[in-house]
Every structure is written in C-alpha cells, then in structure tokens.
DNA sequence: ACAAAAGTGTTCGTACTACACCCATGC
DNA sequence: GCATGGGTGTAGTACGAACACTTTTGT
C-alpha cells in the first residue's frame, strides 16, 4: 500500500454549496438570485453560494449561506446533486453540492452583502443565462420540485401559514405547468384531511371569501404513522 | 473584495466517489462489497470507492472504480446523495459522492486489488457494521432504488437479458420486502407492452416451462415521447 | 344589478383488487 | 400420475375524470 503522504495530491480540492431557493408570488415559481460583482462572470445572475468551512457540516452550510444571504432560518432545505466537471470553476477543482430550499417569499428580506450587490427574485421561466453551471443546476432542482410535490406535503412550505384551496391549486399548477381541474382538486385534497380549517376567511376581496386553512403537521404525522401516502398526480388520463 | 489569494484555504479537501453495486441473485437483493486490508476500518467491509482524479468528471470517476474493482462497463450508474459531515474520514477532509448502480450478477468478475483483498456480495439485510460511514450510504441509497423501480424501468438492469414474469415479480418483492399478487402484476406489467416476448421458455425446469422475455428499451423511448408514464404500486390498498 | 371567484354533487369509465382453477413439463 | 410452478378470466369496487350551476361578497 502506498503510504499515507501519497494521498496528499488528493487534498487540493474545494467544495461549495450553491442554493436554489424557491418562492412562489404573483401565481408564479420564482427563484432567488444575486447578481455578482467580481470576476468570473461578473454582472451575471448567480445562485447563492458560498465555499464550506473546513469543520462545517454541509447541511450547516447550505443553512449558513441562506441565513447570511437570505436572512432566513428554519426553511425546507434538502440536498439535489453535486456537480463536479472539472472545468466548471476557474480558481481550481471546485465541486458544489446544490441544494433547494422552500420558503415563504414574505419572509425573505435579501441582504446586498460581499459579492451579492443585488438580490432578487426571478421567474423560474425567464431566468437568462446565468454565472457558471447554474443554469443547469437549477434545471435539475426544479425537475427535482416537481416530483417531490407529488409525493411529499411540502408545497405548503412555499405558501403562507394562511392559504385558500385556490392559493394551493395554483402553485402545483405554477409548478407543473399544466392546469387541474378544480373540483377533482379540491375534493383530493380535502379528503386526506391533512389541512387544518382556520374558521377565517379572506378579507377585502371583491368576491365571496375564500376560507382560509393551514397544514396540519401533527396531523401528517400520525397518518404517516399508520401508513399514509400522501400522493397527488399530474397528468389528466389519456 | 478579498484578493484571489484568500480562497487558497479553501482547497484543502479530497473527495472520493462511493458506489452501492445493486445485484439480485437467489431471489435476493445484494450489494458487493470489498474488505479493506488497511487502516483506518482494517477488515470492515466497505463500498468500492476511491479519490477522484483532478481533472476527472464525478460520473467518469464512478465508472472508473467500477471498472477497475468489478470488471464492468455501461451499466446503470446514478448518483445519489453527498456525504460531507467533517470527522468522516481520518486522512482530512474529504466527502464522498455516493452513486448506486444495477448490475445484472453473472456479469460480475470481482478483482481482488489494491485495497479490496477480498470482493463479496452481501444481501442486503444482513450487512453488519461498515467501514466509514457506508452503512448510512446503503440506506440512503436503498432508499432511492426503491422509488426509483416504481416510476422507472430499471429493474430490468438487474435481471439477465432473458427473465420471465416472475423473476421480474420476485425481483420487485425482493425490493420493497412485500407480496404483491401474482395475477395482477402480470396483467399490470404487461398492460404497459414494454416487453419483446422472445418466443424462447425455460429449459430443465421442472415444472410447466416459463416464457422469456426481455424489456424493450426502444418501446419504452417511443412510449416516453407520448407522454407515458411508467409507474408500479407497492401497497395494497387500505 | 353586476362582476368575480368560491364552493358543491353526480355520473361515467376505468383500473386496481380479490379470488380459483387448468396447463405443461420433469421425474 | 404426481408434484411444481406457469398461466388465465371475471366480478366487485373504489377512485379519478368530466361536467354546470348556485353562493357570497364588493362595487
């Protein structure tokens, strides 16, 4: 066996977490991005990221990144894909580990800070070229996001703690691009009894109110306990 | 901003890639793992992986190791998840991409080398302790393949190029640990008119013989741009 | 009263479930 | 001829798909 120094070539990479944060506004995905000031790609629209620490978990620095850039702690944060081509940064081997996080776009309050002079959210459909391989990574979270939603409540992460059936019926159709029917929708929904009725209803609007209602956790908790799954699906039948 | 020199820190990690080899065999799912022959984790059994190389693509690194450790090439390859906690190895910092991959078993010529004296398949139930923190890359990976055989045709990569119903059957309950029942999977399965009926049987059995098939992967491309949907159920319903 | 979205009930087709028996081969 | 798995048909049911009208509020 080669002896312990010879794996010292080895030790001169480093590694990033790049963060494709998902807001939902306006009945549109939206994607929050920072416009860089410095070399690569200076001016481009960049997903935030950052190098990890040498000791730092690297949840902790997908976490990290989005508190010192976003502001926001305790979101839905869950690990894509790593992307490692050799070319892919010019200060050397640098290979990132994306992440996506789900947040309410209420609560973020982007912070301008070191190479992000401008923080701003951005249609998913119209997002440009971006800095790096980023246009690709966020193809692969966004494909991510849309067979998730299918198979796990987290769509409600991205929407207020108050929401109407309508508010819901749109982000999956945002997200899936396609448009469901909205009785079929509503009736699905509402029999896995996984949304809380807050006994409110929407005020100021010029029509009837909508109700208005928030996920049940507890709730999801012990169905999954005995088995549940939660399932929505996408397409119309042939 | 800080002057190109500040990042120089930061490339001070390794990484490697980590494969879970996915066979089934004695109507068992396994998984080939190698016994190290040096420290750390001496004589722990652990997953056939290795640094990648500096100007090497993560995917081309995986299949790299399993060429080199199994003998195989083109087999199915897909990454999984990236394992970073900080004290996982002893040498420094170095994580680990972890990809699974599904061998069809015959195919498999184990070389004993470097490292690996020894290369084994383990059914997966019955593993023991791991070296590193690969147990945890199992399961994780385990995880994934059963989602994946239940909207993707892959289970096919595990069998031999002819199988029959029920091998495919087999192979599916081996997954997922249930019974699923045999009438209605073989209408379901072939419903889906994704399998070339090779006009051959079993030979020397002894019992009724069997008809063999293959899976039709031009079928499937030609379904897949109609817009089909592969999809398999595991439970029962309630 | 009108506009605008919320909300609801029923029919129809289809796909999953459950179940029991005959068939082809080796020994 | 018997043991062993291979192979099939059908009836019941539950769920998704499709569809049109009434309700509540603001202006």
Redesign the pocket.
């Known amino acids: 066996m080669p002896p312990r120094e010879s794996f010292n070539a080895y030790f001169k990479s480093a590694f990033t977490v790049d963060n494709v944060i998902f807001g939902f506004d306006e009945g549109k995905l939206k994607i929050l991005l920072i416009r860089r000031n410095e070399e690569p790609y200076d001016n481009y629209w960049a997903l935030p990221g950052y190098f990890v620490m040498q000791d730092e978990d690297l949840d902790a620095a997908a976490q990290r990144v989005l508190r010192e850039m976003v502001g926001l702690e305790n979101v839905y944060l869950e690990q894509v894909h790593t992307f490692g081509a050799p070319g892919r940064h010019d200060f050397g081997r640098v290979i990132t580990v994306a992440y996506y996080s789900l947040v309410k776009i209420a609560d973020v309050s982007p912070k301008a800070s070191g190479v992000a002079q401008e923080v701003m959210w951005h249609p998913v459909q119209d997002l440009g070229e971006l800095a790096f391989d980023h246009g690709e990574i966020v193809s692969v979270a966004l494909n991510r996001l849309k067979r998730s939603i299918r198979t796990r409540p987290i769509g409600f992460e991205l929407l207020p703690p108050a929401f109407?059936?309508?508010?819901l019926q749109h982000l999956y159709e945002a997200i899936w691009e396609t448009d469901l029917?909205?009785?079929?929708f509503?009736?699905?929904i509402?029999?896995m009894d996984l949304l809380k009725d807050l006994g409110r209803?929407?005020?100021?609007?010029?029509?009837?109110?909508?109700?208005l209602y928030s996920f049940d956790e507890d709730r999801y908790q012990a169905l999954m306990d005995e088995g549940f799954n939660f399932?929505l699906?996408e397409?119309?039948?042939?």
Chains 1, 2 share one sequence.
């Open positions: 109407t059936l309508t508010d029917e909205k009785r079929n509503r009736k699905k509402l029999s209803s929407q005020e100021g609007v010029a029509h009837r109110p909508a109700k399932e699906r397409g119309k039948r042939k």
